[in-house]
């Protein structure tokens, strides 16, 4: 079952919102069940959600497939308790509803004594590493991560995490299972670890930080949270002025089992113009992203699963170049966004055992998030 009710009711919704002020403020304001600050036990209880859906294309030579795709959809809630604690859970709902429930997406408690620490102990999405993994997708400009964050990046972890922000540097450390299950961990694969510091520094622009991270993998052969990578090190740089932003990002990861080591870098720039186009505070936005992977030896790199396999003869190289181009419409913030972009990607196969590849992505959705 398709979610097209969904999207038609969003899309009606816009019309209205464009010529009544405060609609979407209102409308926003709507799951927030319950708010007082004065309460000294609970000062807030919220219905929480996002839903991202979108159509794709992918064509390689003779080869081309396409589909629409319920990308991810989670509802839970979010209570802030005692002015210092989240409590925060919320589920995977499946694609096509059947069945309804498939799993925990995050659950956690967080403790905020101050800016300086915070600590985040539960079921995580892993947000710790690097330019592109240390963004939500509630709030990345591209519709994919990249090819080498998805090879050797986790997705959710049960993690104990600590992180804060004293003065112009930030930090972040934690330890985390090595397995995850569907709503959390038996604890059987073994640990990792992260680590990353920051610094604030704009270089030539009006504001950024520089950032470098670290992951640690034990490698337990029971592991299923993790990725075949022992060390992963992530050095990069956020920087914006005005309307314009770049993130500049390298990474290279340490293989287990005679896997090869991989490199990569990217370059992510943005440029925000036509405020205000059809409502007050939204824009028009302009995302480009080039992608460089490498590895030291034959067939370290694979495919995206999201949608390059979906046509390709083999899924393995060892030298991978991609280039997006993309607008995004903001109707409320990246709280309500439409997507449209396309990216070329090419794959070398030094082996030469199936693994070359050249092939254009489409892709053209809608994101929400409250």
Not at 90 to 100: A, R
Not at 115 to 128: A, I, K, P, T, Y
Not at 251 to 276: E, I, S
Request: glycine residues 12%.
């Amino acid at each position: 079952m398709k979610s097209y009710v969904l999207i038609a009711a969003l899309l009606l919704a816009l019309p209205a919102g464009a010529q009544e002020k405060g609609f979407f403020e209102r409308a926003w304001e709507t799951p927030r069940l319950y708010e007082n600050e004065e309460n000294p036990a609970i000062q807030s209880f919220s219905i929480i959600g996002r839903y991202q859906g979108q159509y794709w294309s992918v064509n390689a030579g003779d080869e081309s497939a396409s589909d629409w795709e319920n990308r991810r959809f989670f509802v839970g809630a979010e209570a802030r308790l005692f002015r210092q604690f989240v409590v925060h859970g919320q589920m995977v709902i499946s694609e096509d509803f059947d069945p309804f429930y498939n799993g925990l997406y995050q659950a956690f408690v967080k403790w905020s004594p101050g800016e300086v620490f915070s600590m985040n102990v539960g079921r995580l999405d892993f947000l710790f590493i690097g330019l592109e993994r240390t963004v939500s997708s509630l709030r990345i400009v591209t519709f994919e991560r990249g090819l080498l964050v998805n090879q050797i990046m986790p997705g959710e972890v049960v993690a104990a995490l600590a992180e804060g922000k004293p003065g112009g540097f930030s930090y972040r450390a934690g330890v985390f299972s090595g397995s995850i299950e569907r709503e959390f961990t038996s604890f059987e694969g073994g640990v990792g670890a992260v680590a990353g510091v920051g610094y604030d520094l704009p270089l030539f622009y009006e504001s950024g930080s520089v950032h470098l991270d670290y992951l640690f993998n034990d490698g337990d052969p029971a592991n299923n949270a993790l990725r075949p990578y022992d060390h992963i090190i992530s050095l990069w740089h956020q920087g914006r002025k005005g309307r314009f932003g770049l993130g500049v990002d390298l990474t290279w990861a340490d293989g287990l089992d005679a896997r090869p080591p991989v490199f990569g870098f990217t370059a992510l720039p943005t440029y925000d113009f036509l405020k205000d186009l059809l409502r007050k505070g939204d824009r028009l936005q302009a995302a480009l992203r080039y992608q460089f992977s490498v590895s030291e030896g034959d067939n370290g790199l694979q495919l995206q699963n999201r949608y390059e396999r979906e046509v390709a003869t083999g899924q393995f190289g060892d030298r991978y170049h991609a280039g997006y181009a993309g607008i995004n419409y903001l109707v409320f913030g990246d709280r309500f966004k439409f997507m449209a972009g396309a990216e070329y990607s090419d794959m070398d196969d030094s082996a030469n055992d199936g693994g070359d590849f050249a092939g254009w992505t489409f892709l053209a959705g809608m994101r929400v998030f409250f």
